[in-house]
């Protein structure tokens, strides 16, 4: 209970931290916003009147107090410059599809890294262990926008095994035009977390109690079992630090299949210069990862006692 | 005696050099980044990458067009490596602010430690939550499309990842007794610092710089294809890549060659910083 009190404490500056962050973000570079929004064209009484309207022209205290106001005492993330619409609104509408993907890619990612990771720390030194830590090394320099066109190349326009854009409806539809954008993401993340994941796991298969284990002649696989479940505490962790990289990847890969999830939403904002829009969505995405960082800290509290004790 | 001395045991950077030259991941990294070097210096390109030929837009890889022409008729080779100029420019430039101000954040918070250290984790706590490539998009947004607001961008918050790792080295080297000894013998926190461990975390920040500049260098060419980062008609991978996506089922070369000339520059980075760290053993 104590450790549950302490990580929901340790939040609190970080929460306070991004919302602070996200205010500041906008103001601190040079430029100004409502001009940037009005484009080339805009008069100087355009530009007073955007200010007017998005309260630039109060003093930055007001400013902040306004928006730490809306933010913790009305849950209100502003308002749309294009649609009039709550910010919050317009997020929450696109942010099924996108955690849709998101678990989707976590999954994946999860089955391609751990069978790899397990597959070179028990070849450690083997051209299978060079392998594995090779092809990362590859993959880490790939834009994950471009494997996700080659992938729609080979498995779209050559193989037709897949739906290579948009969102399908129709039964299992939705989920078959996923399969394709949550493995690219998949693709993405795995390097890292393969090569993270096989220091944990040669770490695990140098404890005493594989060595005892193999002393007493168990199968391999039986060995290996005990080892996985060892470590599924790093796999949750090391998935919990990069769970905002991955969110990340995902919007792009959402323009990449054309899915109209949060990354599409980013970015038609971005075109449209709906900067109440953009700076939510970034909002949004930083609490989301500080409460799944959270809950993958208890996950990870909750397989290992040692942790809570400590 | 000293004269026989340095002939039999030689200076530690001759020794350094003797170890990097037998490992073979630093030469074959050593010798891409030479080659990408050359081409984004030199630029080498057989055609114009800026003339336009409409008669033969989208050809396919030929003798005369290697890797094709896009859908203006520009020679697709020539692109991409007056793409090399200007993608390896942008992400070395970009990574000299964050490479500077993440050493010293790093050193002086994990040196002085207390509420100053506090403050220092608290801030990368909170750049961190944010998925990176929307921190960079949003102040790419603010400060304006093209170069200009990828360098705001990566002098906001490049530094976390340097000062992540320098502080945590830098802490570790505090608790072995010689710092303490060095201040304890009259040195100043300033000579503490700078002259010892300074050097002792540099190579650790030099092996995450070529990282850093490989995922600049990807942001950058992300950026190019979401359309925020170089403008066209400047040759970029990225938007290279972008252009190509119209036509991808039936050309298929317009996207996929440049995207070869990214991962051929990024494993020679790889490669680079995997051999240093293995030369200055820091694994």
């Not at chain 1, 993270?196 to 040669?202: A, M, P």
């Not at chain 1, 970015?267 to 990862?289: C, E, M, N, T, Y």
């Amino acid at each position: 209970m104590r450790w549950v009190g302490r990580s929901l404490l340790s939040v609190v500056p970080v929460v306070v931290g991004v919302v602070l962050c996200v205010f500041f973000l906008i103001r601190i570079v040079p430029g100004d916003p409502a001009a940037m929004i009005l484009g080339d064209q805009a008069t100087q009484a355009s530009i007073d009147a955007l200010h007017e309207q998005l309260g630039l022209d109060l003093p930055l205290g007001t400013q902040l107090w306004n928006w730490l106001v809306g933010v913790f005492a009305r849950g209100d993330i502003g308002t749309s410059l294009i649609t009039s619409q709550p910010v919050a609104g317009l997020v929450w509408s696109r942010a099924g599809i996108t955690a849709g993907l998101v678990l989707l890619a976590v999954g994946f990612t999860v089955l391609l890294a751990v069978p790899l990771a397990l597959l070179a720390a028990t070849h450690a030194g083997s051209w299978l262990d060079q392998l594995v830590r090779v092809v990362p090394t590859i993959g880490m320099a790939m834009p994950a926008f471009w494997v996700g066109l080659l992938l729609i190349l080979v498995f779209g326009v050559n193989l037709h095994w897949l739906p290579v854009g948009g969102v399908g409806t129709g039964p299992g539809e939705p989920l078959r035009s996923l399969v394709l954008p949550a493995f690219t993401v998949a693709l993405g993340m795995s390097p890292p977390l393969v090569r993270s994941l096989r220091e944990q796991l040669l770490e695990v298969l140098d404890a005493d109690f594989v060595v005892t284990l193999r002393a007493a002649r168990l199968p391999r696989w039986r060995v290996n079992s005990h080892v996985l479940r060892n470590a599924a505490v790093p796999t949750v962790s090391l998935l919990g630090l990069n769970i905002a990289y991955l969110i990340g990847g995902t919007l792009v890969i959402e323009k990449v299949f054309a899915i109209n999830g949060m990354g599409a939403l980013l970015f038609s904002s971005i075109s449209s210069r709906d900067f109440p829009v953009v700076q939510g969505i970034a909002l949004v995405l930083a609490l989301v990862v500080v409460v799944v960082s959270l809950l993958t800290e208890a996950l990870v509290a909750l397989l290992d006692p040692r942790i809570r004790a400590a | 005696m000293t004269g026989t001395a340095t002939r039999t045991v030689p200076r530690p950077g001759v020794r350094w050099l003797r170890r990097a030259l037998r490992n073979p991941t630093l030469i074959a990294g050593a010798v891409i980044m030479l080659v990408v070097l050359a081409l984004a210096v030199f630029s080498p390109t057989p055609y114009d990458p800026f003339a336009q030929d409409l008669d033969h837009g989208l050809d396919p890889p030929s003798p005369a067009h290697w890797f094709g022409t896009d859908q203006l008729g520009r020679d697709i080779l020539s692109r991409v490596v007056a793409a090399t100029g200007t993608d390896l420019r942008i992400a070395v430039l970009a990574a000299v602010v964050p490479f500077v101000v993440g050493l010293a954040v790093g050193l002086v918070s994990g040196y002085a430690g207390g509420w100053l250290d506090w403050i220092v984790g608290r801030v990368v706590d909170t750049f961190v939550a944010f998925p990176f490539y929307v921190l960079v998009i949003v102040v790419v947004f603010a400060a304006g499309t093209g170069e200009r607001g990828i360098y705001v961008a990566y002098a906001l918050v490049g530094w976390i990842s340097y000062a992540r790792v320098i502080r945590a080295k830098t802490r570790s080297l505090c608790r072995q007794g010689w710092v303490e000894a060095a201040y304890g013998g009259g040195l100043s926190h300033t000579r503490v610092v700078g002259r010892h461990l300074l050097p002792n975390v540099l190579p650790q920040a030099v092996v995450l710089l070529m990282t850093e500049i490989l995922l600049i260098m990807v942001a950058v060419v992300t950026l190019g294809y979401l359309g925020l980062g170089v403008q066209p008609p400047t040759p970029d991978w990225g938007t290279m890549i972008s252009d190509g996506q119209l036509f991808l089922t039936t050309k298929w070369w317009v996207s996929t060659l440049p995207g070869l000339a990214v991962v051929t520059t990024g494993v020679g980075l790889s490669l680079l910083g995997d051999g240093l760290a293995d030369v200055w053993r820091l694994r």
